[in-house]
């Protein structure tokens, strides 16, 4: 295991820390949180000694990382950043640095001719995209979709290892329907992106029923170190996902025959871009084209067709017709009571 990825942990861990002013830091409350972190992403047990963070602290003080960090002691006590605004992460890349990641990117741009990297493609291009305008301040040539609003993400890498570890967690999570938040016990198995947003799959301690939690709607995580990890014994998540769109699914939903009509002029879109890996062709004409897919009946299905309005047609089953008629319904009654104030739910 390569020090520099300890070091780079522990500079992160430190930064993470003196970023939160809700609290003050001293220099045991430091080493407690960095060996934390250490032994949560690494499993190292036995911690860090106060020297090794006293000349981290000095080095993430110095130019010698381009962190220049304004780390300042109060009191004779209390570590905190004199600029409300800096993190390490914002720090500009050495020209060594740029120059190794310059490297990695030819390397991974090799390995990508082989089949079973053929999903980092887009990897690739974002890392060069963005390596490039941060060495030459130039226009942006390629631009992905995203949120720089959206909440959560920095939870991403802390839930991967955890998962991989095995670790039961306990999570703060307030759902959109809850008034406030509250802890619970979960088991952890798959993190699932969905529309530029992503959930853990995960279950609850009795383990009966699999659940997606919103990453935007956790408030924190921590490992439930007094307890067991409850293994998932289920189908392959490749294929217990393989007849859905987006992430709701209950234990007992099937995929169902799902029959839609696209008119002629929006009938490229649903051909050309998939609506499901099932989808397939009943039917085309002058009219339009018919197509069948074979998924569960969820909300994101009812989303999905509610978004191309009345250039989609359910024909079947009858149950998520009926649903689509009465949403659509009630949109309408939005318009003709002149009703933002009737919206509920």
């Given amino acids: 295991m390569s020090l520099n990825k300890l070091a780079l942990i522990r500079y992160k861990a430190i930064d993470d820390c003196l970023r939160n002013k809700m609290r003050k830091w001293t220099l045991e409350d430091l080493i407690e949180k960095v060996s934390d972190v250490l032994y949560e992403r690494e499993g190292i047990e036995n911690g860090v000694s106060k020297r090794t963070i006293q000349g981290d602290i000095q080095l993430m003080r110095s130019d010698k990382?381009?962190?220049?960090?304004?780390?300042?002691?109060?009191?004779?006590?209390?570590?905190?950043?004199?600029?409300?605004?800096?993190?390490?992460?914002?720090a500009p890349m050495s020209d060594t640095d740029v120059e190794r990641l310059k490297e990695v990117i030819d390397l991974l741009k090799q390995f990508n001719a082989f089949q079973y990297l053929d999903d980092m493609s887009e990897m690739i291009a974002r890392l060069e995209n963005n390596l490039y305008k941060s060495t030459y301040q130039t226009n942006n040539y390629i631009q992905f979709e995203g949120n720089a609003l959206l909440k959560g993400l920095h939870f991403i890498s802390p839930l991967y290892q955890y998962i991989r570890q095995h670790k039961p967690l306990s999570i703060n999570y307030q759902s959109f329907k809850a008034r406030s938040a509250h802890w619970a016990i979960y088991h952890p198995?798959?993190?699932?992106?969905?529309?530029?947003?992503w959930f853990l799959i995960c279950s609850t301690q009795k383990g009966d029923q699999l659940l997606n939690l919103a990453l935007d709607r956790m408030i924190s995580v921590e490992e439930a170190k007094d307890m067991a990890f409850l293994p998932y014994?289920?189908?392959?998540?490749?294929?217990?996902?393989?007849?859905?769109?987006?992430?709701?699914?209950?234990?007992?939903?099937r995929a169902h025959k799902v029959v839609l009509k696209v008119n002629r002029k929006n009938a490229p879109y649903v051909i050309t871009k998939p609506l499901h890996a099932s989808q397939?062709?009943?039917?085309?004409?002058?009219?339009?084209?018919?197509?069948?897919?074979?998924?569960?009946?969820n909300f994101e299905l009812e989303k999905e067709i509610l978004a191309f309005g009345d250039f989609m047609q359910v024909i079947s089953p009858r149950l998520l017709k009926s649903r689509i008629e009465k949403r659509l319904k009630a949109a309408m009654s939005l318009y003709l009571n002149d009703g933002p104030e009737r919206m509920e739910g």
Wanted: hydrophobic fraction near 35%.
């Fill in 280 to 297: 397939q062709i009943l039917h085309e004409d002058e009219t339009g084209v018919t197509i069948r897919i074979d998924v569960v009946l």
């Fill in 189 to 197: 198995y798959l993190l699932k992106e969905f529309r530029n947003r």
């Fill in 233 to 253: 014994d289920g189908v392959d998540f490749d294929r217990y996902f393989d007849d859905l769109i987006g992430v709701t699914k209950g234990k007992t939903d």
């Fill in 65 to 90: 990382l381009g962190y220049n960090a304004p780390i300042e002691v109060a009191e004779r006590k209390y570590y905190f950043y004199a600029d409300d605004n800096y993190s390490i992460t914002n």
